[in-house]
C-alpha cells in the first residue's frame, strides 16, 4: 500500500532496532493516520504539497479528510476502510521503531517548514533536529578530481564553522562531502531519494549507517519506495530547503544539481556556484545574475560567503524578534 518492495536494492536495517513501547498518544496517532490515508488515497487527484497546504492552514489533516471524503464518495474506500489501514500503517512503524515527522509535529525541522514543497511527512534514522544550520554540497556523480577534493575541502571547512553538511547519498560529490565531514567528527545529513529501508546506490550501504549513527539519513518517500528519477527531483527540492545555503560544485546540464539550484533560488535560499560550474555550464552563467546567487573560486571564498549569509540571517532574525516584542 505505502511502497512497492526494492528488489535487487540493499536494504538498510537500523544498527539498535528496539521493541515497540507504546502506547501511542491517541491525537498524535489519529492525526497522522489521516495524513497518512490522504497521501494514500489522494481524494480528488490533490497532490501531496496541496494535501500539505491545507494541513498547514488547518492544523489537523483529520479535518481535511472529512472535507474531501464524504462516506459515501464513490471509488474511494470508506473512513473507517481507509483510515484504519493507515492506522495501522502508523503503529507498524511504531513496532518496527521507523522513526517519522510529519509536517503537524512540534519537531518538524524549522528550515524545512517554511519553505513551498515542504515534504509532508519524513522518514528518519539518526538525530532529527529542529533548528539544524546546515550548507547543502551538491555536485556530479562522475566528478572530476579536482571536483571531489573541492567538496571534500568544503564539508572539512563547514565543519570547522559548526556547520552542518547535506548532501544526497551518490557516488561522486556526495559521497566525498559525507566522508569528509565524517572524518572530521562534523555532523552530516544524508537526503535520500528512496525509502529509509533501501540504500541506492548499493555501495554506500556503510557510509549510510555510519550517518545514521554520527548524523541523519531522511527520507521522505513511503519506506519501501525504489529509486526512481521524479524521486531524485523532489529529494532536492528538499535538500535546497534543509539547506540554510546551497553549494555548487560540479553540475551538468541535466543534473540534478543544476534542479537543486535553480528550486533554491525559488526558495530564496542562496547559491553558491564554484568558478569551476560556472566556466563549464551555460546554465550556471545565466544563473549569476540572479539574487542571492554567488560564485566562488576556492573553498575560502565559500566560507566568506556562508558567513556573510549567517551574518545577515542573525540579523534579519533580531529584527524580526525586536518587532515582534514592540507589537506585543
Same mark, same amino acid.
Given at each position: 500500500?505505502?511502497?512497492?518492495?526494492?528488489?535487487?536494492?540493499?536494504?538498510?536495517?537500523?544498527?539498535?532496532?528496539?521493541?515497540?513501547?507504546?502506547?501511542?498518544?491517541?491525537?498524535?496517532?489519529?492525526?497522522?493516520?489521516?495524513?497518512?490515508?490522504?497521501?494514500?488515497?489522494?481524494?480528488?487527484?490533490? &497532490?501531496?504539497?496541496?494535501?500539505?497546504?491545507q494541513?498547514?492552514?488547518? =492544523?489537523s +489533516?483529520?479535518?481535511?479528510?472529512?472535507?474531501h471524503?464524504?462516506?459515501?464518495?464513490?471509488?474511494?474506500?470508506?473512513?473507517?476502510?481507509?483510515?484504519?489501514?493507515?492506522?495501522?500503517?502508523?503503529? &507498524?512503524?511504531?513496532?518496527?521503531?521507523?522513526?517519522?515527522?510529519?509536517?503537524?509535529?512540534?519537531?518538524?525541522?524549522?528550515?524545512?517548514? %517554511?519553505?513551498?514543497?515542504?515534504?509532508?511527512? /519524513?522518514?528518519?534514522?539518526?538525530?532529527? /533536529?529542529?533548528?539544524?544550520?546546515?550548507?547543502?554540497?551538491?555536485?556530479?556523480?562522475?566528478?572530476? $578530481?579536482?571536483? /571531489?577534493?573541492?567538496?571534500?575541502?568544503?564539508?572539512?571547512?563547514?565543519v +570547522?564553522?559548526?556547520?552542518? *553538511?547535506?548532501?544526497?547519498? +551518490?557516488?561522486?560529490?556526495d559521497?566525498?562531502?559525507?566522508?569528509?565531514?565524517?572524518?572530521?567528527?562534523?555532523?552530516?545529513?544524508?537526503?535520500?531519494?528512496?525509502?529509509?529501508?533501501?540504500?541506492?546506490?548499493?555501495?554506500?550501504?556503510?557510509?549510510?549507517?555510519?550517518?545514521?549513527?554520527?548524523?541523519?539519513?531522511?527520507?521522505?518517500?513511503?519506506?519501501?519506495?525504489?529509486?526512481?528519477?521524479?524521486?531524485?527531483?523532489?529529494?532536492?527540492?528538499?535538500?535546497?530547503?534543509?539547506?540554510?545555503?546551497?553549494?555548487?560544485?560540479?553540475? &551538468?546540464?541535466?543534473? =540534478?544539481?543544476?534542479?537543486?539550484?535553480?528550486?533554491?533560488?525559488?526558495?530564496?535560499?542562496?547559491?553558491?556556484?564554484?568558478?569551476?560550474?560556472v566556466?563549464?555550464?551555460?546554465?550556471?552563467?545565466?544563473?549569476? %545574475?540572479?539574487?542571492?546567487?554567488?560564485?566562488?573560486?576556492? *573553498? %575560502?571564498?565559500?566560507? %566568506?560567503?556562508?558567513?556573510?549569509?549567517?551574518?545577515? $540571517?542573525?540579523?534579519?532574525?533580531?529584527?524580526?524578534?525586536?518587532?515582534?516584542?514592540?507589537? =506585543?
Amino acid at each position: 500500500m505505502f511502497g512497492k518492495q526494492c528488489c535487487g536494492r540493499r536494504r538498510y536495517a537500523p544498527p539498535h532496532a528496539r521493541p515497540y513501547a507504546g502506547p501511542v498518544n491517541t491525537t498524535a496517532l489519529e492525526e497522522h493516520a489521516a495524513l497518512v490515508a490522504l497521501l494514500s488515497v489522494r481524494p480528488g487527484k490533490l &497532490g501531496w504539497s496541496d494535501i500539505t497546504a491545507q494541513v498547514i492552514e488547518t =492544523g489537523s +489533516a483529520r479535518e481535511i479528510w472529512e472535507r474531501h471524503v464524504p462516506a459515501t464518495l464513490p471509488g474511494i474506500p470508506s473512513d473507517n476502510d481507509a483510515v484504519a489501514q493507515a492506522r495501522e500503517q502508523v503503529l &507498524g512503524w511504531h513496532r518496527e521503531d521507523l522513526a517519522f515527522v510529519t509536517i503537524l509535529d512540534d519537531d518538524y525541522p524549522d528550515q524545512l517548514r %517554511d519553505v513551498h514543497q515542504a515534504p509532508p511527512i /519524513l522518514f528518519f534514522r539518526g538525530k532529527l /533536529l529542529t533548528a539544524d544550520k546546515a550548507v547543502s554540497v551538491v555536485g556530479s556523480r562522475n566528478a572530476s $578530481d579536482a571536483g /571531489l577534493d573541492f567538496a571534500a575541502n568544503t564539508a572539512r571547512a563547514l565543519v +570547522a564553522e559548526r556547520l552542518t *553538511v547535506a548532501a544526497g547519498l +551518490a557516488s561522486g560529490i556526495d559521497t566525498a562531502a559525507h566522508t569528509a565531514a565524517l572524518d572530521s567528527a562534523g555532523r552530516t545529513v544524508a537526503v535520500i531519494g528512496t525509502g529509509i529501508r533501501n540504500t541506492y546506490p548499493a555501495e554506500n550501504t556503510m557510509l549510510q549507517a555510519t550517518i545514521a549513527q554520527r548524523g541523519l539519513v531522511v527520507s521522505q518517500f513511503w519506506p519501501d519506495a525504489p529509486p526512481q528519477r521524479q524521486n531524485f527531483l523532489m529529494r532536492n527540492a528538499t535538500m535546497s530547503g534543509y539547506g540554510l545555503a546551497t553549494v555548487v560544485v560540479e553540475a &551538468g546540464e541535466q543534473s =540534478g544539481a543544476r534542479a537543486q539550484a535553480r528550486i533554491a533560488v525559488e526558495h530564496g535560499r542562496p547559491v553558491i556556484l564554484s568558478s569551476m560550474v560556472v566556466r563549464a555550464n551555460e546554465w550556471a552563467q545565466r544563473l549569476i %545574475d540572479r539574487p542571492g546567487v554567488h560564485i566562488a573560486g576556492s *573553498v %575560502d571564498e565559500v566560507i %566568506d560567503t556562508i558567513r556573510t549569509i549567517t551574518r545577515e $540571517d542573525a540579523e534579519l532574525d533580531e529584527a524580526l524578534s525586536t518587532i515582534a516584542v514592540s507589537d =506585543g
